[in-house]
């Protein structure tokens, strides 16, 4: 599990260097050439400029488009979603074979690491599953970042508080902190204290790099999370990422 904690944070910071990798300084238009930006930052920059015009709105255009590619990427989110409440299903299970291999020795642990990708393949849970739609997400943020910073309509528009192309230094940092923290802890297993590490350290470390993304990009993930946070209530229901004893107890109270 710490595995994939450090997996994640490599896939951000990751994400973090790229955004000056490429010519960021250039502008994109339709004869931009290149596979990357043909292929994922044109096509997103038309389509944010398309719904702008439309809607009169750029801001409003990055909503209407981010909730587009969550559709888009749904069969992937249920999946993620499922792969949480099979992991929850086997908690009692995985609990037994910590406690039965207790000790700290490599020569235990590897043992209890066996036994655990033994069970997994025997449920068809894969631990990691969580970790693609990560995956998908990544191209589609930094794309994000490109077609914000290199058309100057989308960089130049301001909506409510804040201008798209320029940093939020406070609320919408906080407000894409939080999400991400209701976020996770709708999908996560609680009963494994390893990952708890992620609910905490997440939100903050997507809190810090939003005071630095333009805060077009930031509005893009509070709505790809309040998306996210609407797909999990009604795809599982509330209770998920509760161990068995909270959702009985949740179940009790609304008796």
Request: hydrophobic share 50%.
């Amino acid at each position: 599990m710490l595995k994939k904690f450090g997996l994640i944070t490599m896939i951000i910071g990751l994400l973090f260097v790229m955004t000056g990798c490429f010519d960021i300084d250039q502008p994109i238009t339709r004869d931009s050439e290149g596979f990357w930006n043909s292929y994922f930052v044109y096509p997103l920059s038309w389509l944010i400029i398309y719904f702008g015009e439309a809607l009169n709105s750029y801001g409003l255009s990055i909503i209407v488009v981010t909730i587009l590619l969550r559709l888009l990427i749904l069969p992937l989110m249920i999946k993620q979603t499922k792969s949480a409440k099979a992991m929850q299903a086997i908690q009692p299970e995985m609990q037994k074979l910590r406690e039965k291999y207790s000790a700290k020795d490599q020569k235990t642990q590897q043992k209890l690491q066996q036994e655990m990708m033994a069970m997994f393949q025997e449920r068809g849970v894969n631990p990691l599953a969580g970790c693609l739609p990560l995956f998908v997400q990544m191209p589609i943020l930094l794309a994000f970042y490109h077609a914000i910073m290199r058309t100057d309509v989308i960089g130049n528009y301001s909506f409510l508080w804040f201008e798209l192309g320029a940093p939020d230094p406070f609320v919408l940092p906080i407000v894409a902190g939080i999400t991400t923290f209701i976020q996770q802890k709708m999908m996560m297993v609680t009963d494994n204290p390893q990952m708890k590490i992620l609910l905490y350290v997440m939100p903050v470390m997507i809190f810090v790099f939003a005071m630095f993304f333009p805060a077009a990009l930031t509005l893009y993930w509070v709505v790809g999370n309040l998306v996210m946070i609407t797909q999990t209530y009604f795809i599982t229901g509330p209770n998920v990422g509760k161990s068995k004893t909270e959702e009985a107890a949740a179940g009790g109270k609304k008796k």
